[in-house]
C-alpha cells in the first residue's frame, strides 16, 4: 500500500514504520495513520484524489506553510514533518505531519458550539510570518443554477443577485478557509486539533464563519448555526454580512452536471432550508 511514500516516509522520520491504515472522511486525499518503531504517530496526506491531485503541489505547499505560522501560536495545530510537494518520491504530493489526540465528533452539544466559536476567534487573531494567497469563492459563476431539487427557487434567485453585486469591503484576515466541525479533533467539549489546512488564504474572516455556519446548518440544522455566528460575532465584534454566509451557502452547489460532493437527500433539503433562512428577514445574519 503506497509502498514508495512508506519508504519516504521512514526517511523523514528515520524510523521504520510499523502499522499504517487509512483514516476515514478524507475528501480530497489519501490520509495514512503511521507508527513508526519509536511508537510515534504521524499522518501522512496523499493528494490521490481529483480535481485536487492536480492541484496537490499548491495545496500541500500551502498547509506545510500554514502549520509552520501557527507553530508559535495558541491554535492546536498538527507539526509539519515532511513535504514532497512534487510528487518526485510519492508518486503524489504528500505531506507527512505529527498526529494529534483527539477524534472527530458525530454529535455536538452547546458547549462545543462555544469552544468552535471561541477558537476560531483566536485562528482570525493570527499574524502570518509568511504570504498566503487571497481567498477564492466556491460559488463560481457557473453554480448560480436554481437546483431542481429546491422548494425555494426564489431564495436561490435571490442568493445569486446578491452575490451579482460587489462584495463588501473587508479586512484581510488569515482564514483556515475550510473551518467546519469536520476538521476539528475532539476531548469531550475541547478542541483537541484543528486539521486540513490546505485552504489556507487570507479574506473577510466573516467567510470563515460562514463555512462553519453552513456546515454545522447541514449536519444538525440551523439552531446550532446561529449560535455559532451569535457567539462568534460577540466575541469578535464583527457583523456577519449576509453576503458572505451568501457566497458559502451557494458555493456547496455542484457545477453543472456534476453531483454535490455532500449528496444525501437529508443534507440537500438542509441546505435549502438554511438558504432559506439567510434570505429571511431578521433570521440570520444575528
Not at 494529534?100 to 452539544?109: N, Q, S
Not at 463560481?140 to 462584495?167: C, M, N, Y
Not at 479574506?203 to 447541514?218: I, V
Request: aromatic share 8%.
Amino acid at each position: 500500500m503506497h509502498t514508495d511514500a512508506l519508504l519516504w516516509s521512514e526517511e523523514v522520520l528515520r524510523s521504520r514504520i510499523t502499522a499504517a491504515s487509512e483514516l476515514s472522511g478524507g475528501l480530497t486525499s489519501t490520509m495514512l495513520a503511521l507508527t513508526d518503531e519509536t511508537g510515534r504517530q504521524s499522518v501522512l496526506r496523499l493528494m490521490t484524489n481529483e480535481p485536487w491531485r492536480t492541484h496537490g503541489f499548491d495545496l500541500t505547499h500551502r498547509e506545510a506553510s500554514a502549520l509552520q505560522v501557527l507553530g508559535d501560536t495558541a491554535v492546536p495545530a498538527p507539526v509539519s514533518l515532511g513535504l514532497d510537494a512534487t510528487g518526485r518520491r510519492t508518486g503524489v504530493a504528500a505531506h507527512l505531519m505529527s498526529r494529534l489526540p483527539g477524534t472527530p465528533t458525530i454529535e455536538l452539544d452547546s458547549a462545543q458550539v462555544t469552544a468552535m466559536a471561541t477558537l476560531l476567534a483566536v485562528i482570525h487573531e493570527v499574524t502570518p510570518s509568511l504570504p498566503f494567497r487571497t481567498y477564492q469563492s466556491w460559488a463560481w459563476e457557473a453554480k448560480r443554477v436554481i437546483p431542481a431539487w429546491t422548494k425555494h427557487a426564489d431564495s436561490w434567485q435571490r442568493g445569486f443577485d446578491l452575490l451579482a453585486e460587489p462584495a463588501p469591503p473587508y479586512r484581510p484576515t488569515f482564514l483556515h478557509r475550510d473551518f467546519s466541525h469536520r476538521n476539528l479533533l475532539w476531548t469531550g467539549s475541547k478542541i483537541a486539533g484543528v486539521v486540513d489546512w490546505v485552504e489556507t488564504s487570507t479574506g473577510p474572516a466573516c467567510l470563515d464563519a460562514a463555512h462553519a455556519a453552513t456546515n454545522l446548518a447541514l449536519a444538525f440544522g440551523p439552531a446550532p448555526a446561529r449560535s455559532f455566528l451569535q457567539q462568534y460575532a460577540a466575541l469578535t465584534g464583527r457583523e456577519i454580512d449576509r453576503y458572505w454566509l451568501m457566497m458559502d451557502a451557494i458555493g456547496f452547489l455542484p457545477p453543472p452536471g456534476r453531483d454535490p460532493l455532500f449528496g444525501s437527500a437529508g443534507e440537500l433539503e438542509s441546505l435549502d432550508h438554511w438558504l432559506q433562512d439567510l434570505v429571511a428577514p431578521g433570521q440570520t445574519p444575528p
